[in-house]
């Protein structure tokens, strides 16, 4: 530190300083006629200026500057050095952003880690009555509530439409302390009338005017006083990019709250916990409910590690990452060794400069900084690179609309982990891909007899290597492939290609009474049944894949009296569902459609008939539902449908008639079945829906495309595993062309000798392509056995019945490494077989 | 090129004669290597050579203190001076060099 100091302020006068003492030191000596020998001055001062010199950093500018200077000259083997390694760097830091965006990111609230989700009861949401309860326990700072899966209506004034709405605690804002981008957060005292609009709903349908604050917009048919913008950035409790579009105070009175609340500062969250018991308690006496709120409490932080740790979806998502930064890591390693193939044949063109450089007596250990250096500077000009094509990743996924029905935006932003991690990769990348060259080519030059190393065993053990990584990375894509292949073809037990499905919002205000409902549903069934080239026309409560309602509850069995503990996901739909969706059924009939019997109607599926029903025939059989007093007769079997994934496994299901459920939800799915195209009949349909409720929000898709959620992680998993997988085999595919085009300019001469004594040239192109053929066979031999063992565990992300030990999927991989690596070496071989012996002779 | 007859010093003796030389108060460089000479009575002779540079390193490693005074004939000269650091310096280099120079006594005392 002191020397440092030193060096940096008194560096400038130390010069002028050692003269002037040793003229001081001369002179004494000549006045008292000192024996002392003179030393020589010139050496003092050198000397001198050596210690104050920092010799390493000034050594190291010149290897820079150096360096930078000899990449200049193999502008090839720069560019493609860069390119391979800013590809291995881009994509990672790339898989990293999003591991960091989903797994570890914060919530827009100010000090995110005193911030925690509250659960009591074993359910995520809770009436409004509970979360006053706990605020007024006084056991936390703060205490607000949001429900953040509301659909509103927005008329533009134009249409109407639905859009994503949180309901929120009106102390949301302040407690929370979120940053506000125009304007300001709702406040306590407002009114109920107020909404903060999401920045990408306020850009995209409001044209991103600043003057929006203040003015009213319609929501549910009622004026909403704009009071402020959210941020761009901004990232909610849930996380995962969720972002919905308007922020309202809680308008429904039946709205349930997500809780979160504001530790107290020093409240650890096991005091918060015990504290939340506490609370439950009390709870269970003041408003008892048919559960305890005392049981099933979870305190979870909002972000961060803690959150992974408490929460087992975390932790599958973490996994997945972990899982692609592993193989995204091995693709860095093939473009790092690939680099090192480049290099090492560079050192040993440069044998003559270093072998110089030596004998005039350098260090050997300098000789390797240098070439280190130079190392670097490429690995840093990957990074740069990388950073680029990351920024262009990021850019592009934050564009992409995701096929999903949920507004998600992620925010991949450059920050310093990331940074962080990109420059730590640079720094293996340096290592790996310059320590070995570098090394080897300063040990070569110090024993120059060693010169001939015709074989190049070094650099085939490189490509061999890579080759083996590559099939490894390979197998993981060709399975997520296989895995997306393989979901594509399961099926969801429903037609997708032909069925429109619309998603209607009715007005909550005006259409509180059940018969009202009930007389839009009959009313929009009839419209949409005019439209042309419609066959089949259904409304339903949910469609599969969107929402999966289950019940767990006892049945009681009319005939033989047992009461059956049964699970099962339940949908309420009108009688036509059967036939517009294309599901089977297998016994019985639909829903009657006298709907002033007493007896209530139910259609089971098989596996719900299977699991429950086994001991005698289930079609006609009566049971009580609970506690209720009605029976309810089983008149038809139907094939099952998938629920909520399309790998899931056959779910009991129970569908009761939709006019004869007490429906409480003013929001309603119909489906179409089309004998055209269903994609051109959308403007149709809406047009329809409109006819029966002009304020209805209104949202018309494919089926196809609205269940696109089923098939996101198998396409996702394809996408970015395949798209890794290809990478890694091109990068492999360049060092193995690499290497064979520089084994064969080097033997030149002796392809020359073997053609002059009269060789085939077809001889000489099968001995290259079998060398060719011998490194790919050795790197797909050790590639099969790591990636044998290797794949395992990718098992839990796979749909069931895709084993990752499948022989097809290593047969398949093996051919590809197999054609696309003699592909490469097609080139050189050619190139061999058309060597001129008489040009090769007078060569070198 | 050591044709001396006084003895070469070892490596790091040096710095511990000269920061025993500056104990008694500031010195320059020439009355360093005088004192050393004389205080060894005459049986070492300091070269500038290894003096100055010996010098530059304790100051860069703050053992001692450097500053530009008059001399006893008016001349300009640079006086050094022991630290606090120094003083720490000192006397461990002098607890090392006792029983350095202990042990090898014992050892030339005997036989093998």
């Known amino acids: 530190m002191h020397r440092l100091f030193l060096k940096l302020f008194r560096r400038r006068s130390m010069e002028r300083d050692v003269a002037a003492e040793l003229a001081f030191h001369q002179a004494m000596a000549a006045a008292q006629g000192n024996p002392i020998p003179m030393g020589n001055a010139t050496v003092i001062q050198e000397e001198a200026r050596d210690l104050w010199r920092f010799t390493f950093v000034e050594n190291l500018w010149r290897d820079v500057v150096y360096g930078a200077r000899s990449l200049r000259r193999s502008p090839a083997l720069a560019a493609t050095a860069v390119l391979s390694l800013g590809l291995g760097i881009g994509i990672n830091t790339g898989i990293f952003s999003l591991a960091v965006e989903f797994l570890l990111s914060e919530p827009s609230v100010t000090n995110a880690r005193s911030v925690v989700s509250v659960r009591m009861g074993g359910s995520s949401h809770a009436k409004k009555e509970v979360v006053e309860f706990v605020r007024a326990s006084g056991l936390f700072q703060d205490v607000v509530g949001e429900n953040e899966e509301a659909y509103i209506n927005w008329n533009d004034g134009a249409e109407t439409r639905q859009i994503f709405a949180v309901q929120l605690t009106k102390n949301y804002f302040t407690a929370l302390g979120v940053p506000i981008a125009h304007g300001r957060g709702i406040l306590p005292q407002d009114p109920d009338e107020v909404v903060v609009l999401g920045n990408r709903f306020w850009r995209t349908r409001l044209r991103g005017d600043p003057a929006v604050v203040g003015r009213a917009i319609r929501l549910e048919g009622r004026p909403y006083i704009v009071v402020g913008i959210l941020p761009a950035d901004y990232r909610s409790l849930i996380g995962f990019g969720y972002s919905p579009d308007v922020y309202v105070p809680r308008y429904l009175d039946d709205t349930i709250l997500a809780l979160y609340a504001r530790l107290k500062p020093g409240m650890t969250m096991g005091q918060a916990r015990a504290g939340v018991a506490a609370v439950a308690q009390r709870l269970d006496q003041a408003m008892p409910e048919a559960f305890r709120y005392a049981e099933g409490i979870q305190v979870v932080a909002v972000g961060g590690f803690d959150r992974i740790k408490s929460e087992t979806e975390m932790q599958t998502v973490g996994l997945f990452f972990a899982m692609l930064l592993i193989v995204a890591g091995l693709v860095l390693t093939i473009a790092c060794v690939n680099v090192a193939g480049l290099l090492l044949a560079r050192g040993s063109a440069r044998r003559q400069e270093l072998a110089v450089r030596l004998s005039l007596g350098a260090g050997s250990g300098r000789l390797v900084q240098q070439l280190l250096v130079e190392t670097a500077l490429l690995a840093f000009a990957g990074v740069a690179f990388g950073l680029m094509l990351r920024q262009g990743m990021a850019a592009a996924v934050e564009q992409v609309q995701l096929p999903l029905p949920l507004p998600i935006r992620l925010h991949l932003t450059l920050d310093w982990r990331v940074t962080l991690y990109a420059i730590l990769l640079a720094g293996f990348a340096a290592v790996v891909c310059g320590l070995v060259p570098a090394c080897r080519s300063v040990r070569q030059s110090i024993a120059p007899n060693l010169r001939r190393e015709g074989r190049m065993r070094l650099q085939r053990g490189l490509v061999v290597g890579e080759l083996a990584l590559s099939l490894i990375v390979l197998t993981a894509g060709v399975l997520f492939l296989r895995n997306l292949w393989r979901s594509n073809a399961i099926s969801p037990g429903f037609d997708i290609r032909h069925t429109i ?36 026309v259904a409304g339903a409560r949910v469609i599969p894949f969107n929402a999966g309602d289950r019940f767990m509850t006892g049945l009681k069995l009319a005939d033989t009296g047992k009461t059956v503990r049964a699970f099962f996901y339940w949908n309420a739909v009108t009688p036509e569902y059967f036939r517009a969706m294309g599901i089977r059924i297998a016994r019985g009939q639909t829903f009657p459609d006298d709907t002033d019997a007493v007896t209530r109607t139910v259609i089971v599926n098989r596996t719900f008939a299977q699991r429950y029903l086994t001991d005698r025939d289930p079609l006609g059989r009566t049971f009580l539902w609970g506690d209720a007093k009605t029976p309810y007769a089983i008149v038809g079997i139907v094939d099952g449908t998938k629920n909520l994934s399309i790998g899931e496994d056959p779910q009991p299901q129970l569908y009761e008639d939709l006019a004869r ?64 997988g290809m990478l890694g085999l091109m990068l492999a595919v360049i060092g193995l062309y690499g290497v064979m085009a520089y084994s064969v300019s080097r033997r030149t001469r002796e392809i020359g000798v073997r053609l002059a004594l ?49 022989p097809l999927t290593f047969a398949a991989v093996a051919a590809l490494l197999a054609l696309t690596g003699l592909a490469a070496a097609w080139g050189p071989a050619r190139r061999a077989a058309s060597v001129d012996p008489m040009i090769s002779l007078r060569y070198e | 090129m050591a044709k001396s007859d006084s003895p070469m010093l070892l490596q790091g003796t040096l710095d511990l004669l000269i920061l025993h030389a500056l104990q008694r108060g500031p010195l320059h460089g020439y009355s360093i290597a005088q004192t050393i000479h004389v205080l060894s009575d005459e ?13 530059y390193r304790l100051e860069l490693d703050g053992a001692i203190a450097a500053q530009w005074g008059v001399s006893e004939n008016n001349r300009k000269a640079k006086y050094y001076e022991i630290t606090k650091r120094g003083k720490k310096l000192l006397s461990a280099e002098q607890e090392t060099w006792n029983r350095l120079s202990v042990g090898v006594q014992r050892v030339l005392a005997r036989q093998p």
């Not at chain 1, 009202?516 to 549903?521: E, H, N, Q």
């Open chain 2, 43 to 55: 049986a070492l002779k300091v070269e500038e050579g290894s003096l100055y540079p010996a010098l």
């Open chain 1, 501 to 536: 499905y619309a998603d209607v919002n009715l007005p909550p205000q005006e259409y509180k009474d059940l018969a009202r409902k009930r007389l839009y549903i009959g009313q929009a069934l009839r419209e949409l049944k005019a439209l042309p080239g419609i066959e089949s």
């Open chain 1, 661 to 724: 459920i007490d429906n409480d939800r003013t929001r309603i799915a119909f489906v179409l079945r089309s004998a055209t195209l269903p994609g051109t009949q959308l403007q149709a349909v809406r047009a329809a829906l409109r006819r029966a409720e002009p304020n209805a929000g209104l949202e018309v898709a494919t089926l196809y495309s609205s269940i696109g959620l089923a098939f996101l992680p198998s396409q996702v998993g394809a996408a970015l595993l395949g798209g890794i």
């Open chain 1, 758 to 806: 009269g060789a085939d040239r077809r001889d000489i192109a099968r001995l290259v392509l079998a060398s060719a053929a011998k490194l790919i066979l050795i790197g797909s031999a050790a590639g099969l056995l790591c990636a044998f063992f290797l794949v395992k565990p990718l098992a839990m992300f796979l749909v069931p019945g895709l084993r990752p030990h499948d």
